[in-house]
């Protein structure tokens, strides 16, 4: 498959991230083989000196060696190498060798050097950032050492810097790419468990989930807060962050639906956000129909809408299309950072929960920080929940705030 061949072109990594079952080991027992083999089983190859860097011993062995798709499967019997265990080798008749290293030691990469380098789910590696660097400076043989990545993503700041380098290239693949390899009831079972999920976006898609430094959501958070049941709710509201422009390159207008139990005291109550509604391009009328429709299939029982751009004008524009909506026009007195710290502060205690299906949403969340909006355009998704939540639970709580009595 495409994803699973060498880019062309004059790159020191070649980072191949893909979803879980991609291909991924495959692609580096493949691209070890080809640059150690030569034409005929006793001529050399491109490459002599090989490091094969998994999280631990046994993994290397057991994986990128010893698997269904390591390198041993993959190699046909005239030029199948010798496996020494007690030297943690892999020796070609060629006289070329691969070497086994764990990431949890990475001093033993010290003395070494190679001319090549295949490194497994580097993502996961407790010292990443350690090991990387003595592999690097252990790379220095031949005239074009290379190494390749192959790695589900994981936001960790040695698979983003890595990413960001010129002399890195970047094969992409989701579970799919490979399901011709992979048992049916496997993909029948992720994808009912995990599509539309930010967990499935990593594990399935092979989409790298960047969380802004200091975000006032994570992708940790925002996994825990998944459910797959919502109990009956005492209120519903959809929430629209008005979009004052039409056309493609508009910004998008917010809308979200999110609903609450508020039996008891506030301590107790649990909000659920339902549904990501969010349209973009469509002008007034088309965002107003929008958040109506929602209503009507949500059955939610008020329209919240921040009224900053549009004043007066926004529920002139939702009342064209219904004169009799629930309807509250909110201002924006505070910036979204103000605003979303004490939505960010329910997650943390564990009150909001998220339905499957708001990836987008999700996305734009774990780019908020105290700072700012961190991705680029306006956080529309965002600012709409941050309404939606705070009618809901905010709100509703400062009356039972209990009064302070100042003591003379």
């Known amino acids: 498959m495409e994803h699973q061949l060498p880019p062309d072109g004059d790159w020191r990594a070649w980072v191949i991230m893909g ?66 265990a007690s030297e943690r080798k892999l020796i070609w008749d060629n006289g070329a060798e691969a070497q086994v290293f764990s990431a949890s030691e990475p001093e033993a990469l010290r003395g070494p050097q190679f ?24 790379l220095r043989l031949g005239e074009k050492p290379q190494v390749c990545v192959t790695t589900t993503p994981r936001n960790v700041n040695i698979l983003k810097a890595l990413l960001k380098s010129p002399s ?43 969380d802004a430094e200091g975000a006032l959501w994570t992708t940790e958070m925002l996994q825990k807060a998944h459910v797959e049941i919502v109990p009956e709710l005492d209120r519903i509201v959809v929430a629209v962050d008005p979009s004052v422009s039409s056309g493609s390159g508009s910004d998008e207008c917010g809308i979200v639906v999110a609903g609450a139990r508020t039996q008891g005291p506030p301590r107790d109550w649990r909000a659920y956000v339902l549904a990501d509604c969010t349209v973009q391009g469509v002008g007034p009328t088309g965002w107003a129909n929008a958040a109506i429709a929602a209503m009507d299939v949500h059955g939610a029982e008020r329209l919240v809408a921040e009224v900053n751009q549009g004043g007066q004008l926004v529920e002139e524009v939702i009342r064209q299309v219904d004169p009799l909506v629930a309807y509250k026009g909110v201002h924006a007195a505070r910036g979204k950072s103000a605003r979303a710290e004490p939505v960010a502060a329910l997650y943390e205690q564990g009150r909001v929960r998220h339905v499957r299906g708001l990836t987008a949403l999700e996305e734009q969340m774990c780019l908020m920080t105290p700072r700012g909006f961190e991705g680029q355009g306006s956080p529309d998704r965002m600012d709409a929940l941050v309404w939606a939540l705070h009618e809901l639970m905010i709100a509703p709580a400062a009356q039972y705030r209990v009064p302070r009595i100042r003591v003379l």
């Open 115 to 138: 001319d090549a380098a295949w490194v497994d789910e580097l993502a996961k590696w407790k010292k990443a950032q350690d090991t990387w660097d003595m592999l690097q400076f252990a």
């Open 19 to 84: 979803g879980r079952g991609a291909g991924k080991t495959r692609a580096g027992a493949e691209w070890v083989r080809s640059q150690v083999e030569g034409a005929r089983p006793l001529d050399p190859g491109r490459k002599r000196r090989v490091a094969l860097v998994g999280e631990t011993y046994d993994q290397v062995r057991e994986v990128m060696i010893k698997g269904d798709s390591g390198i041993l499967a993959c190699s046909p019997p005239d030029r199948m190498p010798q496996w020494k």
């Open 168 to 210: 890195t290239v970047l094969t992409h693949a989701p579970t799919e790419a490979n399901k011709a390899n992979l048992a049916a009831s496997f993909l029948e079972e992720v994808r009912s468990r995990y599509s539309g999920t930010r967990l499935g976006r990593q594990e399935l898609d092979g989409v790298l989930l960047a």
